[in-house]
């Protein structure tokens, strides 16, 4: 199984930055997408921003020229560069990668992991 390691979260000041990594490990043979969602309280989980292997990005409206996601194909690692933070941009932070994998076979399946969740906290 592939596993996700987040980190970066915390408390922070409105207009402040934060920074979150998420690194992929496991049996790994390619990777489709990596993202970000975020979940704030009583709401439903939402996308906040993914990038494809290839590096084109997709952004949640509310987060445009705030946000910025990259990855290191080579560290199979994604960030999110958040500047100017809101009070709305409160809740956990959770990474999900899609890809393929192998198995102890030698075969290939897909994979989607989820993150165990980092908070972000933006104070007013």
């Known amino acids: 199984q592939v596993q996700l390691v987040e980190s970066g979260g915390g408390l922070v000041q409105a207009g402040g930055t934060l920074r979150l990594s998420c690194a992929a490990s496991g049996r790994i043979f390619s990777i489709i997408a990596m993202g970000w969602y975020r979940q704030a309280p009583g709401k439903q989980r939402e996308l906040v921003a993914d990038i494809t292997s290839g590096g084109s990005t997709n952004y949640a409206d509310s987060v445009k020229g705030r946000f910025t996601i990259s990855r290191d194909n080579a560290k199979n690692t994604v960030y999110l560069q958040m500047n100017s933070l809101k009070p709305e941009d409160t809740g956990v932070y959770y990474c999900?990668?899609?890809?393929?994998?192998?198995?102890?076979?030698?075969?290939?399946?897909?994979?989607?992991?989820w993150g165990q969740g980092t908070q972000v906290t933006v104070s007013s």
């Open positions: 999900n990668v899609r890809g393929k994998e192998t198995t102890g076979w030698g075969s290939l399946r897909e994979f989607r992991s």
